[in-house]
């Protein structure tokens, strides 16, 4: 028999064409054995990678070991190539406890810093815009490596691979983009998928060079990606790569492969990229059968022998304190205390000022946001740090939220503190799948925690209509894994967006735009630290308790100052995740009556957990039911009447008389 694969002549020595080939037998065997495991229960999902093997293996034996690979979900070539131990990942596969995720995350989701593998979330996309990160760390450290991040033909359909792409293109990023086009995502074939006849040929339109390779060729795919990584080590650079190829099972074992037209195929099982570069070896003498046949038998025992070690592994069993304690990277809180000298700063300007020390204290951090370079932002809050810091570490980007919160993700892996200025907070929505499913998550997943600040200017307030209002705290503090934090005051704005720059986890922090400019206080020079969750009690009293956060804080303490009769607690809670309850508990057992007052519409809110909360902590030290003040159920509207209308602001003051004569 001839190979059906034409295989140029290249000057690989015979113990490299050699290993090309063991190490694409590797993950043909362990899949042919997983298939068997899944027939027989053992793991709960496949997705086969047969027929796509040289695509890893040729990729991940082109790049240094300290490189860093994000592969998909048929990339196991990537993982035996790496050479991590098998039983590692049978007993990932199998949700124990030597695999990678301690039983909290199936398959191929999951990554290693031990072997620079970094594995995908389920929704695909954000792949590239994190390899983008790593990347970006790369060329910040002058370190000459290469990123390699794979996607499927069906992914780059995304909108995040469209704005990883575009962004790794504008900032030059030595990023190695493999599509692996397999003809088909899940069921859809490529021409529902795209429109185009090579998906290479969109780099044209990034400003970005690429390649066709045979996919299924071992030796094409190792000495061309060679080749384009030692020039992407020297100048750093984009390259995107489409490998042609096919999926010859479906897309997981229980789906099948039915709408796969036969002759399709039949035509591509011809092309195996084992079986012919086995027939290929024969005929140029580089092996011979006795030498193939040892190679499996060998392969086949390591594969039992590991197996057996997964197997006689005992099941995970946890506890609810255990996965608690994991969603956040611990942090050492160092307290920095206040320099006695202050100086009169409104709010914006205690976080221009604090983030700039937080700049200097940390001589890598990187700032990201559009406008924020030369032009300063839109608030003006990085004005001059550019010329301070350089254009490095603060950089304007594209408009592509989703991209660049990836790319911070990318950053942290790499070991690099980020903050992200959203303009406004309400455009997370276009970054919404990185904050609550990458950063949120990571860390509980497979210990990898995300650096990562974002700035959210917020709030309404300022008749800006629907989309430039909206305080959209409760959409995080859903999620676990992400810190949320609120301040009213330029002081507690500058202590705490310190912390949140020191903590390793990721944090959202709100800035109230109509606090801004109009809140002023005396605020330390000096550099200083002010710890999450705690709240901060600002009047004490003993008639009733009041609980605001933002510019609720402001309205509470001008509605109290037209009562100066009234005794009350007033409580500015500055950080909800973590949440102080114990000074609320406390505060609503001493006056049996509470009322919390927000900015933000009220089903599904902080001031309904936190409601929640006193009623069933507290409900005998109860006076009166809690009382939650919010705003209107609609979207925030633009001119002052409807949105004065729409404001929790105007109610408050009836509402709290109430709740005293109850
Ligand atoms: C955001 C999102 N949408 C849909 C899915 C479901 N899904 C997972 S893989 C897949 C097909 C991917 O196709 P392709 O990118 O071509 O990769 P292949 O499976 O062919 O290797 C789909 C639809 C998902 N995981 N995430
Ligand atoms: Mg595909």
Not at 479 to 502: C, E, H, R, S
Request: glycine residues 6%; proline residues 4%; contains cysteine.
């Amino acid at each position: 028999m001839k190979s059906n694969i034409n295989y140029n002549k290249t000057k690989l020595s015979n113990k490299t064409k050699i290993a090309l080939y063991q190490a694409m037998l590797k993950p043909r065997l362990i899949e042919e054995k997983m298939l068997i495991l899944l027939r027989q229960g053992k793991i709960s999902k496949w997705f086969s990678g047969i027929g796509q093997e040289a695509i890893s293996v040729g990729v991940t034996m082109a790049m240094h070991a300290e490189e860093y690979i994000l592969p998909m979900h048929r990339n196991l070539g990537v993982f035996t190539t790496r050479d991590i131990p098998l039983y590692r990942l049978f007993s990932q596969w199998q949700g124990k406890a030597n695999g990678f995720t301690k039983g909290r995350d199936r398959s191929f989701h999951f990554g290693t810093q031990e072997f620079n593998i970094v594995g995908m979330i389920s929704h695909l996309g954000p792949q590239f815009g994190v390899a983008d990160g790593i990347a970006l760390a790369s060329k910040l450290k002058n370190k000459n490596q290469v990123t390699a991040v794979f996607t499927g033909e069906g992914g780059t359909s995304e909108g995040d691979i469209h704005e990883a792409l575009n962004v790794a293109s504008v900032w030059q990023l030595p990023v190695l983009f493999c599509i692996e086009n397999n003809g088909y995502g899940l069921s859809t074939p490529t021409k529902e998928q795209y429109n185009c006849e090579n998906l290479a040929d969109r780099a044209l339109g990034y400003g970005m060079e690429s390649h066709i390779i045979d996919g299924n060729n071992i030796l094409e795919v190792f000495t061309k990606i060679s080749k384009i990584t030692e020039s992407i080590r020297k100048k750093p650079r984009p390259v995107l790569i489409e490998f042609k190829t096919f999926r010859m099972r479906g897309h997981e074992e229980a789906s099948g492969t039915k709408y796969v037209p036969q002759e399709l195929m039949d035509q591509w099982a011809k092309k195996d990229p084992i079986d012919n570069y086995k027939l290929h070896l024969l005929e140029e003498g580089i092996l011979t059968e006795k030498e193939d046949a040892i190679f499996k038998a060998e392969i086949k025992a390591e594969i039992d022998t590991h197996l057996d070690r997964t197997n006689a592994e005992a099941a995970i069993v946890s506890t609810e304190s255990n996965e608690l304690n994991d969603v956040f990277k611990s942090f050492d809180y160092q307290d920095v205390k206040e320099s006695k000298n202050t100086e009169e700063l409104r709010l914006i300007d205690a976080i221009h000022v604090g983030l700039k020390q937080s700049m200097e204290k940390h001589n890598d951090l990187v700032i990201m946001g559009q406008d924020v370079a030369e032009y300063g932002g839109v608030f003006k809050i990085t004005d001059g740090f550019v010329e301070a810091f350089g254009k490095d570490r603060v950089r304007n980007t594209p408009i592509c939220e989703s991209a660049i919160i990836e790319t911070a993700m990318g950053l942290s892996i790499a070991g690099i503190k980020s903050v992200v200025e959203l303009q406004f907070s309400d455009f997370v929505t276009s970054g919404f799948n990185p904050v609550v499913n990458y950063l949120a998550k990571s860390h509980y997943r497979w210990n990898q925690n995300a650096d990562v600040v974002l700035r959210m200017p917020c709030g309404a307030g300022v008749a800006a209509g629907p989309f430039h209002s909206q305080t959209n705290e409760a959409w995080f503090t859903k999620t676990p894994g992400l810190k949320v934090i609120y301040p009213a005051f330029p002081k507690d704005a500058k202590g705490l967006l310190a912390t949140a720059i020191n903590d390793p986890n990721p944090v959202l922090f709100f800035e109230h735009k109509a606090l801004y400019r109009s809140i002023r206080q005396d605020v330390p020079t000096d550099y200083f630290t002010i710890p999450f969750g705690k709240a901060a009690t600002l009047k004490q009293g003993d008639d009733i308790t009041v609980i605001a956060y933002g510019q609720a804080v402001h309205w509470t303490l001008n509605t109290l100052d037209k009562h100066q009769d009234i005794s009350a607690d007033v409580i500015d809670l500055r950080s909800l995740q973590p949440l102080d309850t114990e000074t609320i508990y406390a505060s609503a057992k001493k006056t049996g009556r509470v009322i919390i007052l927000q900015e933000d519409s009220l089903f599904g809110s902080i001031a309904s957990d936190i409601s929640a909360l006193i009623m069933e902590n507290c409900f005998e030290h109860l006076d009166a039911p809690v009382k939650r003040v919010a705003s209107l159920e609609t979207p925030i509207p633009f001119i002052n009447q409807l949105e004065d209308q729409y404001l929790s602001r105007d109610k408050f003051e009836a509402e709290l008389l109430a709740l005293l004569e109850y």
